[in-house]
């Protein structure tokens, strides 16, 4: 198996404005020496992703060299594409990777805010964070990612987040490109269920949150919950016994319980970038 990543996203479609730029960079060089003295484990959910793992693991493997020691925990279920026969290849291939695999007939949901999804996600989350915690539960960090992302997530952003202190959870700036509002090849603010304001419990409306946009260099936001496809989690939060739960988006209920066993330090941080939708060429994100 030959993994090469054919897509990366690129740091340069959304470059650091000037008067962020020093602090920007400051906070990668803290970052990228914190990670070279620290261990972090990826963890995510594979279900029919064959076509995005390729670019997928090759990401992860270079996220992962930027560490001391890293490893992999990935959770399939119910793949009919071929994602499971890859995942096995990449164990092999791999020994920092470890597959979990079960089979439980299920449907996959689409992308809905459906009580009863977060019931199903939750349970499937729980089990690679499992697996993480009680193997692995001297790592420094665990970081969770979607499988799926076409245009992948920025390393530098996530150094950018490591450089920063006092923090339990950050989660990303996740974005999806497409037409919004009568302008084409817009950075539309994705991922809006597993996000909550701080002091806002309910979900927001996607008209209120989509239209927002940060830039890179900006502090990191403080607020109760969000994901973006790529959070990082310090490992001591999750062995406090802190789990995903149903009757909301499940990176909702789990934030909601480290809030509750005092790992509240919740933030996204606008330089730690995901990308949905692979980027536009004729796009440049200057605002």
Known sequence: MNITAMSECSDADFPCPGDLESGYQERVAAGRRRMKDSSAVVAALARDVHDTLPDMCARIERLGAMFADYRVVLFENDSSDGTLGYLWAWQQENPAVTILTDQFGTARWPQVADPARGDQMAAYRNGYLRHAVERFAEFDYLIVLDTDLAGGFSREGVANTLGHDGWDMVGSYGIQ???????????????????????????HDYGELNPRIYRRGQPLLPLWSCFGGLAVYRMEALRAGCRYEGGDCEHVMLHRRMRRRGFGRLFMNPSQMVWYTPRSPSHSATT
């Not at 597993?194 to 806002?200: L, N």
Request: glycine residues 8%; negative net charge; without cysteine.
């Open 177 to 203: 490109v497409r037409p919004y509002a009568g302008r084409q090849d817009y950075p539309v603010f994705f991922d809006a269920w597993a996000y909550r304001d701080v002091g806002h419990p309910e979900a």
